[in-house]
Structure formats: C-alpha cells, structure tokens
C-alpha cells in the first residue's frame, strides 16, 4: 500500500485546512436546513474561495445546477428523482433558502466555480428501497435532508440516534433545539474565525462517533468486504441504516479523492456534521471502492419540483425536518434586529384577523422576549421567548390565536417556484401547461373553489380537477356545494409536494391529461371487479368528459349489470348512474346509453327487491334499508318522465314500495321504511299510515319485529321525530305499545329503541319528551287548533308567513320583497 493509495492525491486524512494549494480539502460540516449553518458556509466559501464546491446530494443532479441561478427558481425546492420503470418509487433532496446547500449552490454559480454533488448516486438509493420490504429507510434515502439531530441508527440512540441531543446534555441542555440556536443560529455574521465553528462541531462529532459502540474501522484491510445487493454485513453486526452510511462516506471519500486530483487550488466539501469525521478519515481508496461494488442499480431521472415550508417541518412527515421552518427563513432573511422584525410581523397577522394590535404591543412583547433571554441566559431572545412573549402581550394569554400564529409564520405556507425549462415529464408540462390556461395556480395553503359550469372557464376547471382525481393526483377534493344545483361545484384545493410525483406516475398512461385520464379509465373498467365501481367510474368519467373512455366503460357496465343477479349490488350501482344522467343535462354530454343502462338495473331492482328483502337479520335488513332509500333517491332525480321503451319507473317504483309495505315476510325495519316513504311522497294517506302502526304494533306482533318496523319508520335521520312531534296519532301509538311491552321482551327491544330515538336531534327529544310527559290526556292533539301549543294549528297562516318573506328572499340573495298582497306563501318562489 502506497502512501498516495492512502493520502497523497486521493486521501482526505489530516487535521482540517483552509483548501491552500496542496492542502486538506476544507470540510464543512453543516445541519441541514439551518439559517446559522447557511451564513457560516457562505462566510467561509468568501473567505477561502475553493476551486471547486462539492455538496452533499445525489450526482445525477450536477446537470440540473445551473438552473438554481434561474430567475424563476425560488427555494423552497427539491431535487426530485424517480424510477424510470416505477415512478412512484422516489425520493426527495428538498433545499430552503436558508439551507447550506443551497447557499453553497448559489455561491458556486455567482462566483464561476464548478459545483458538484458527492453522494451516493440515486440509482443505488432507489435501488435500496425497492429491496425494503418495510419501507424502514425512507429517510435515509432522502439523503440531502439527513440531519445530525436525526440520524436513525440501531447502535446508540443516544449518540447515533440525535447526536445534537447528546452534544446539548454534555453542555447542560436539556433542549437540543435551543442549544443548537444558541451556539450556531444566534451568531452574528463575522463574529471571529469563520472556520471556527466548523473545526469545534468537527471535534464534537468525531468525540460522538468514537464513543458509538458499532463504530469500528471498516475497510481496512484491503477491501476485503463488501456490500452486496442485499446490503451484506459490513464490519460487524450493523444495521442497514448504519451499513448505507459506511457506504455513502465510501462514495463521498471516493468523489473527494477525485477532485482534488482535478483541482490542485483547493477543494470546499458541504456535508452533515456527523459525515465530516468519516470524511476525514485515513481510509484507502481501494477500500472505498470494494463498498461500493456491487451495489444494486435502477434507471432513474431527475428534475426540480417546488417544495414548501410545511412540508420541509417535521409535522409534515419529513425526517430531517425542522419544528419552525417560517422562523429560520425569518433568522436567515433578517438584516438585523430579528426580534422586533418577527414581532412586526405577527402583528401584522393578527391584525388581518381583524385583532386589536398596536405598535404599543410590538414594543411591549419585545421588550419582554428580551427580559426572558437574559434571565434564561441567552445570547438573544429565540423562538420560545418570541412566542411567550406574544401569547402574553398580543394574544391575551390565550392559545387560540397563538395556533394561527404558528401556522401561518412559525411553519408557513410558503411554495418555491421552479423555472420553466426544469425537466419534467411530457404530462407535467401539459398540466403546467392547463393550470395557466385556466388561472388556477398550484398554493400549499387549503383553499375553497366554487365552480359555475355554465362559465367555461369553471368548466375547464372542473373537467381538470376530475380527471387530475382519475389519475391519482388529488390536487382537489369536492365538497358540499352551497347550491343544490347540478351547474355548481364546490372544491378544495391544495398542492402538495408529494402530488409532482403522482404526476409522474400517470405519465405511463399518456403524454396528456386527456389522454392519460382516458386510458387509465379504460383499464380501471376492465380490472374493477364490482358493479358499483363501475358505475362509479362511469359517473366519474362523465365529469371529468372523457367520451373515448366512456364508451368502452359503459360496455363493461352492461355486460357487469347482465349478469350480476345481486339486488343488493344493482341498488348500489343505480344512484351513480342516476346522478351521471343529470349531470349529462349541464355539462352537454349525450348519455342516452346511460340512461338506458340505468332503466335496465332500476326494472331488475323492482323485480327482485320484494324476495331480496325475506328473512333477513338485523345487520341485513339495516344495510337493505340503505339500499332502498338509494333507489328511492334516485327514482326522485329520474323524476317521471318515462323511460324508452320501459314505461314510467316513478310509477312502478310506488308500486314496489306497496308491496314491500305490506308483505309479512319482509323485514320489520324495511317494511317501516317503505311506509314512511310513501308517506313522505304523499302516496299514503295519514290516517292510512297510523292504521298500518296500529297492525305492527298490535299485541299479536312480536316486540322485536315491531321495535325494528319503528326503527325503519322514525329512524335513520329522516325526521322521524318530527314526524311524531307533530302527528299525536303516531306518538300515541308509539307510547301506547311501548308502555305495553312485557318486562321480558322490552330489555330486548330497548337497544334498538335507544339507536332510534338518539339519532333524533336534542331539540326534537325534548319536545318528545315533554309530550309523553304531559299524557294522552293533557296533551292533546298538536296538530289541531286551540291544543294549547303556539305555533300549531289546522290551516296556514298566511299573515304570519308573510312577515318572513322578506328576510328569507334576503338570505337566499333575491331581490327586495314585492307587495305584500303578492306575498302568497304556497305560491311564492323562495
């Protein structure tokens, strides 16, 4: 073994340099997204002025440098790479602009020196993962973000684990993140040796690592080890997080070495703290190289993608995150006095939420935050100073605004930006391409979209969103429109990080959001096993208007709906195809084969409902009765217009009801519900109604049966209880058979009884209650007048009806209220 072998040229051993000619290389030893950490590299990088940058990420990114000089990069971002054959398996290097790679990026590009990622290549990481059964190594994948104060390891959790903590406790902190601020974050730009910080943190890492009881000197002895696609042994019993290590230090030695042969002025290295020891150590080249042989390999590609601050905190599920990542750009970004800077800005917040806050406040919760540092001892008054300090002044002590405060400033909503010219997939560039088109800007913060589909504007939104969900890319949900009308939508949005690479796992279905979303479609209906979700996707394929798709879809859904013989499955599949016709009305879509489809299932349904609803048990019979309220639902879109060739299936679906209604052998709890619907429709006389009570809950009726026909009558959150509030017949009848139920039946019965009447709303079980109180005889009939109850009686008021008109047309947003002689109750359109 040579001595150029194991320094000379190729080694990185010896005690730090400052990059001279002939020189160690300068390591720089950083915690990933730390403010103090970004000032100081960027000090040292002036103060030294390396010939060549070299950063700790993935190679495969040196081509995608030059566009961090792009006027349209804006950090938050993140290095992105992807599977070529599986571009769901990814990983991401996300960079802030107070992170010290980035800083050290932007150094390099401003000053005309070559920068370089030094990591272990993508394709090797991504490779890694594949081979992970559980997953365990997502974080050390995302290699770029790895953290001192997060490294996962078996060895030590104490030292390996979160070597910040351990280096706060040796100081006598028991909060690594105020210690960290305290001795990097909170020093001022130009306070003594620019290189000193690096040198002390260099020190305390290779004391950490040295105690680390798995640490051992590995690939010493020629390379006789190594690490093979399943991630052998190294040096012992290790774990994969540990053994990964050893081999990304392997590669970084290794591109070290090379650098140095090519740049003889001087070599600047920005990695973690805690690689800087392992960097630094006397290792041969020819042992580096047997680690990383062999190592399992996939095809990748890589591109920028914007990031924002949430999802850069460690709420956000990042594994190198930071609790306040709004607070460190705020320390990053500040001239000077940071304190009354951030204060001005959570007054400014506040004040937007419409709370009384004055400059008075600023300068008393400065004021305060600075009292709190001295008497903590602190250099300057840090993030939990600011936020007592705030709660106490501007929020009155109370935690509600405070919350908002740490959502919008602390964590922040912030989304970078990336240029145009990024590389990306043919589908991103369409969908970038749609989104200018239509004025709708990806934002990380939820917002709420109300969507008119007469504009087509709103419709081109509409048709994006739906076909954005189809591939998997849930940029919107839909919510509860405040409209009832099939022309209105209502969404809300937000863009997440994650959605780039859903982006670019649809883009094996089609260069295009149309062709994509079509062809996804297509082969959702071919795999779907159930009826519904067929039906489901034929509704989902008439909002997002993909005819082609259609077509082919509702193929499938016939031939599913010839043969499938389940009542219960043709129930559910109907709604869906019910609300596809109408939404064809708005959105100019011909769905005469759906309609056709949809009178074939609703006329099987009619046929096999009646011995499809027979000896049931409870849990049967409950889920039947949400199959007929369905279709009943879906009768009432249908309207009675006829169908083509099949008659009126309003009218038929009446018929159905009837028979259900009253067939002893259907269960108790359908058969109340059938009931109950022609009620409602108006299809069943009242006095006809309380008769069909009066038969079910007679003596001859087991309590069981007739609990479970109440349950179907009253129950499920149909208004039930004001149905008895208001007719003393039913609630009459009711009490009287409860009160008559045998002691040993009615702890039987009594479960269901109390499932029935909690649904009720705490109004309505008042009211009822107090009626049973008062007795058949006090009580009276409440929908009779002179019953002594206000507000009830046999005929309309209209005067008292009129006297609202007004302030109902002003709520609705009408215009102002007519006459009152043309103020007709029955007949006004409210």
């Known amino acids: 073994m040579t001595d150029t072998d194991r320094d000379g040229n190729g080694g990185t051993g010896g005690p730090p340099g400052a990059g001279e000619p002939g020189g160690r290389p300068l390591l720089l030893g950083v915690r990933h997204h730390g403010p103090g950490s970004a000032r100081t590299v960027r000090a040292a990088l002036d103060a030294v002025r390396p010939?060549?940058?070299?950063?700790?990420?993935?190679?495969?990114?040196?081509?995608?440098?030059?566009?961090?000089?792009?006027?349209?990069?804006?950090?938050?971002?993140?290095?992105?790479?992807?599977?070529?054959?599986?571009?769901?398996?990814?990983?991401?290097?996300?960079?802030?602009?107070?992170?010290?790679?980035?800083?050290?990026?932007?150094?390099?590009?401003?000053?005309?020196?070559?920068?370089?990622?030094?990591?272990?290549?993508?394709?090797?990481?991504?490779?890694?993962?594949?081979?992970?059964?559980?997953?365990?190594?997502?974080?050390?994948?995302?290699?770029?973000?790895?953290?001192?104060?997060?490294?996962?390891?078996?060895?030590?959790?104490?030292?390996?684990?979160?070597?910040?903590?351990?280096?706060?406790?040796?100081?006598?902190?028991?909060?690594?993140?105020?210690?960290?601020?305290?001795?990097?974050?909170?020093?001022?730009p130009g306070e003594g040796d620019v290189l000193a910080p690096f040198t002390a943190l260099e020190e305390a890492m290779t004391a950490l690592r040295e105690t680390d009881d798995g640490e051992e000197e590995v690939g010493q002895d020629d390379g006789e080890e190594e690490v093979g696609q399943e991630g052998g042994e190294v040096g012992g019993e290790r774990g994969a997080a540990d053994v990964r290590d050893l081999v990304r230090e392997a590669h970084m030695r290794l591109q070290v070495r090379a650098a140095r042969r090519e740049f003889a002025q001087g070599v600047a290295v920005v990695c973690g703290a805690w690689h800087v020891p392992a960097l630094r150590r006397d290792a041969t080249a020819a042992a580096d190289r047997a680690l990383v042989k062999g190592l399992p390999r996939t095809k990748v590609e890589m591109t920028w993608v914007p990031w924002t601050h949430r999802r850069l905190s460690r709420a956000g599920g990042y594994g190198a995150g930071i609790e306040s990542p709004g607070w460190y750009g705020h320390l990053f970004a500040a001239v000077d006095r940071p304190v009354e800077r951030w204060l001005t800005k959570v007054a400014g917040l506040l004040r937007e939420e419409d709370r009384v806050v004055s400059p008075a406040h600023v300068i008393e919760a400065a004021r305060l935050a600075e009292a709190l540092a001295v008497i903590r001892g602190r250099p300057l008054p840090g993030l939990s100073e600011t936020t007592e300090a705030v709660r106490a002044v501007m929020c009155d002590g109370s935690d509600v605004p405070l919350a908002l405060v740490h959502d919008r400033l602390v964590v922040g909503d912030v989304l970078g930006e990336v240029p145009a010219g990024a590389p990306a997939v043919p589908l991103q560039r369409d969908l970038t391409r749609i989104q200018r088109r239509l004025r709708l800007k990806p934002e990380p913060a939820e917002r709420e979209l109300e969507l008119d589909l007469r504009k087509e504007t709103d419709a081109g939104r509409s048709r994006l969103l739906h076909r954005l969900r189809l591939l998997g890319v849930r940029w919107g949900e839909p919510a509860a429109s405040r409209s009832t009308g099939t022309f209105r939508e209502t969404w809300r949005l937000r863009w997440e990080p994650e959605l780039s690479v859903r982006v670019a796992e649809a883009g094996v279905w089609g260069t295009t959001v149309l062709s994509a979303a079509t062809a996804r479609a297509e082969a959702d209906a071919v795999t779907t096993q159930g009826l519904a979700e067929v039906t489901a996707l034929a509704e989902r394929c008439l909002l997002a208007e993909l005819p082609d798709a259609l077509s082919p879809v509702m193929r499938i859904l016939a031939d599913r709906a010839a043969l499938d013989t389940d009542v219960g499955h043709l129930a559910q599949a109907l709604p869906a195809l019910v609300r596809s016709l109408r939404y064809g009305d708005v959105r100019g879509t011909d769905t005469g084969a759906l309609a056709e489809v949809a009178a074939g299932l609703a006329e099987r349904v009619f046929v096999g409902l009646p011995a499809a609803c027979a000896a049931l048990d409870a849990d049967a019979a409950e889920e039947m009765r949400?199959?007929?309220?369905?279709?009943?639902?879906?009768?009432?879109?249908?309207?009675?217009?006829?169908?083509?060739?099949?008659?009126?299936?309003?009218?038929?679906?009446?018929?159905?009801?009837?028979?259900?209604?009253?067939?002893?052998?259907?269960?108790?709890?359908?058969?109340?519900?059938?009931?109950?619907?022609?009620?409602?429709?108006?299809?069943?006389?009242?006095?006809?109604?309380?008769?069909?009570?009066?038969?079910?809950?007679?003596?001859?009726?087991?309590?069981?049966?007739?609990a479970a026909w109440i349950e179907g009558f009253v129950g499920g959150g149909s208004g039930g209880g004001m149905l008895l509030l208001h007719d003393d017949r039913l609630l009459a009848l009711v009490d009287a058979w409860l009160t008559g139920v045998p002691a040993d039946a009615f702890t039987d019965v009594l479960p269901l009884l109390c499932r029935t009447f909690s649904a009720f709303e705490p109004g309505v079980r008042r009211s009822l209650g107090e009626l049973v109180r008062r007795g058949p005889e006090a009580r009276g009939s409440v929908t009779t007048a002179g019953s002594g109850v206000p507000g009830f009686a046999t005929g309309l008021d209209t005067e008292r009806a009129d006297a609202v008109l007004p302030v109902v047309r002003l709520l609705l947003g009408g215009a102002e209220s007519p006459a009152p002689e043309e103020n007709d109750l029955v007949g006004a359109d409210t």
């Open 626 to 706: 949400g199959h007929v309220d369905a279709v009943h639902t879906a009768m009432g879109l249908l309207g009675d217009a006829p169908a083509p060739g099949r008659g009126d299936l309003w009218l038929r679906w009446r018929a159905v009801l009837r028979t259900l209604s009253a067939r002893d052998a259907v269960s108790g709890i359908v058969r109340g519900r059938a009931v109950r619907l022609l009620l409602d429709d108006g299809e069943l006389a009242p006095d006809e109604a309380a008769r069909l009570m009066g038969l079910v809950l007679s003596p001859g009726t087991a309590p069981a049966d007739a």
């Open 51 to 188: 010939s060549v940058v070299l950063i700790e990420g993935p190679p495969e990114a040196d081509a995608l440098i030059p566009l961090a000089a792009d006027e349209g990069m804006r950090p938050p971002v993140a290095l992105l790479a992807h599977a070529v054959d599986e571009p769901g398996r990814s990983a991401f290097w996300p960079l802030a602009e107070f992170s010290p790679e980035w800083v050290a990026v932007r150094w390099a590009l401003e000053h005309d020196v070559p920068a370089r990622f030094i990591d272990l290549p993508a394709t090797h990481t991504l490779a890694w993962r594949a081979a992970d059964d559980h997953g365990d190594d997502q974080a050390d994948d995302r290699t770029g973000g790895r953290d001192p104060g997060d490294r996962p390891g078996t060895a030590s959790p104490d030292v390996r684990g979160d070597p910040l903590a351990a280096l706060a406790a040796a100081a006598g902190h028991d909060d690594p993140e105020r210690w960290w601020e305290d001795v990097i974050e909170h020093r001022g």
